[in-house]
């Protein structure tokens, strides 16, 4: 049997392991670490409780194992397994442990738990080669990985920066197997298809007009996921050419929430109190950014301002903020929009919501900082931008906006879906037992 150690119920994982249940081929336990967010749990990043409203232990078989006191993905360094592994991989015949990451105690103990009791590992992270690290950081992250890589039999690769990751610690080819990360794009098209006839009482319910141009935030409102870069676009468009008609659209919660509002003339906010006063001060200015290399269409002339300069009294865009959406609430954001914007880091070491966006219809631009950029970049023109340059972003929402040709996503689909995941554990599962 295969064991599957997994730190909580993830929204984007339960799916999985439900489509691996129906499949059949591969026997299989999801050992929790910790019950989060199937009850109503504090995420810090959100910055309130809450708890998906799906059902997260139903289809599939798992268990919760005895854990330090506290347990969560909260605290990830002091999440231990306190019963013996070694009885849990004899008493369930394990042959094969899959853990997801490096990032948990548990994690490390359960692998070299596994090694020494002649079990496989099989390894699923998110981690990718795309971000520097400094030379001090490299000298202990190196080896340290390498006594993990060393015990790991076969590593389940999410996309192509993340199995360039292994390729550079000297991970072979037999080990690599590509189990593409994938969202429910059954459910998230169901959803969008079931009300998309109501987009403009969407729009009206959030005072988007109808004859906007809709960009859409969807995330944590937290410095890694840069929302203000978007602001910043919006800002720049306004500017330069207005009749764009640009309303930002962000779908989440977050410690930079207050700064945002400050920053946007809000149309509306679901989380607004009698008290709320979007009128706060920042002290954000623009910087001049790189060019653009123009290509065979017209891009619109931008141009930075500067600290000492003046702001038009148009600079801050319309702007809707709709509060956290649960998962089954999420998609009116993605048939509201005409667009997704990531503008992320490289701390997004993929960037589902992108996933998500795709199979709800909706074209994206995304960071090229983002790991999943090279993946899903080519989905629409002028997907990919530089991470940071505020004009080749928005001049990327302004070529969206004036571009009508139909988006086909049927092929990326198709390529990301749980499917060809199920397809990748089934193969590793397959060579084991040959």
């Given at each position: 049997?295969?064991?599957?150690?997994?730190?909580?119920?993830?929204?984007?994982?339960?799916?999985?392991?439900?489509?691996?249940?129906?499949?059949?081929?591969?026997?299989?336990?999801?050992w929790y670490l910790s019950e989060h967010a199937t009850r109503l749990s504090r995420d810090r990043e959100f910055g309130r409780d809450f708890a998906w409203d799906l059902d997260m232990l139903e289809?599939?078989?798992?268990?919760?194992?005895?854990?330090?006191?506290?347990?969560?993905?909260?605290?990830?360094?002091?999440?231990?397994?306190?019963?013996?592994?070694?009885?849990?991989?004899?008493?369930?015949?394990?042959?094969v442990l899959w853990v997801q990451g490096w990032q948990v105690a548990a994690y490390w103990q359960a692998v070299w738990a596994a090694h020494k009791a002649g079990v496989q590992v099989w390894l699923r992270g998110e981690s990718n080669i795309m971000a520097p690290t400094p030379w001090w950081k490299n000298a202990i992250k190196r080896p340290l990985l390498g006594q993990l890589f060393r015990r790991v039999d076969?590593?389940?690769?999410?996309?192509?920066?993340?199995?360039?990751?292994?390729?550079?610690?000297?991970?072979?080819?037999?080990?690599?197997?590509?189990?593409?990360?994938?969202?429910?794009?059954?459910?998230?098209?169901?959803?969008?298809?079931?009300i998309r006839k109501s987009k403009l009482e969407i729009r009206k319910q959030w005072k988007i007009p109808e004859e906007s141009f809709c960009v859409l935030f969807c995330g944590k409102f937290i410095p890694k996921k840069r929302p203000l870069d978007l602001i910043k676009a919006a800002q720049l468009l306004l500017r330069s050419h207005p009749e764009l008609n640009v309303h930002l659209l962000?779908?989440?919660?977050?410690?930079?929430?207050?700064g945002l509002r400050a920053q946007c003339d809000v149309a509306f906010d679901a989380e607004a109190t009698p008290t709320t006063d979007h009128r706060l001060?920042?002290?954000?200015?623009?910087?001049?950014?790189?060019?653009?290399?123009?290509?065979?269409?017209?891009?619109?002339?931008?141009r930075a301002v500067g600290p000492d300069e003046p702001e038009a009294d148009n600079a801050k865009p319309a702007a809707t903020f709709t509060g956290f959406l649960n998962q089954t609430q999420v998609s009116k954001a993605y048939v509201a929009a005409d667009v997704l914007v990531?503008?992320?880091?490289?701390?997004?070491?993929?960037?589902?919501?992108?996933?998500?966006?795709?199979?709800?219809?909706?074209?994206?631009?995304?960071?090229?900082?983002?790991?999943?950029?090279?993946?899903?970049?080519?989905?629409?023109?002028?997907?990919?931008?530089?991470?940071?340059?505020?004009?080749?972003?928005?001049?990327?929402?302004?070529?969206?906006?004036?571009?009508?040709?139909?988006?086909?996503?049927?092929?990326?689909?198709?390529?990301?879906?749980f499917n060809e995941t199920v397809r990748g554990v089934v193969s590793a599962w397959k060579e084991l037992l040959n």
């Open positions: 049997m295969l064991a599957i150690l997994v730190t909580h119920p993830i929204q984007y994982q339960v799916p999985l392991w439900q489509m691996l249940a129906r499949d059949g081929h591969v026997p299989f336990e999801v289809g599939y078989p798992h268990r919760f194992l005895i854990t330090s006191a506290g347990a969560s993905p909260n605290t990830p360094l002091r999440t231990w397994v306190f019963e013996s592994l070694s009885v849990l991989f004899t008493e369930n015949k394990i042959k076969h590593f389940l690769c999410i996309g192509t920066a993340n199995r360039e990751l292994y390729r550079s610690y000297g991970v072979p080819e037999s080990k690599l197997h590509m189990t593409p990360y994938a969202v429910d794009n059954e459910r998230f098209a169901r959803q969008a298809n079931q962000f779908a989440g919660s977050g410690e930079l929430g207050a001060q920042t002290t954000d200015h623009f910087s001049e950014a790189p060019g653009l290399n123009p290509d065979n269409r017209e891009l619109i002339t931008l990531l503008p992320s880091d490289y701390a997004e070491t993929w960037g589902l919501v992108v996933n998500e966006a795709m199979a709800s219809g909706l074209p994206s631009i995304i960071s090229d900082h983002c790991g999943c950029a090279e993946d899903l970049g080519l989905i629409a023109p002028n997907a990919v931008y530089e991470c940071g340059n505020i004009p080749e972003l928005a001049s990327g929402i302004s070529l969206l906006r004036n571009d009508h040709s139909p988006f086909s996503f049927e092929e990326p689909l198709v390529r990301y879906s």
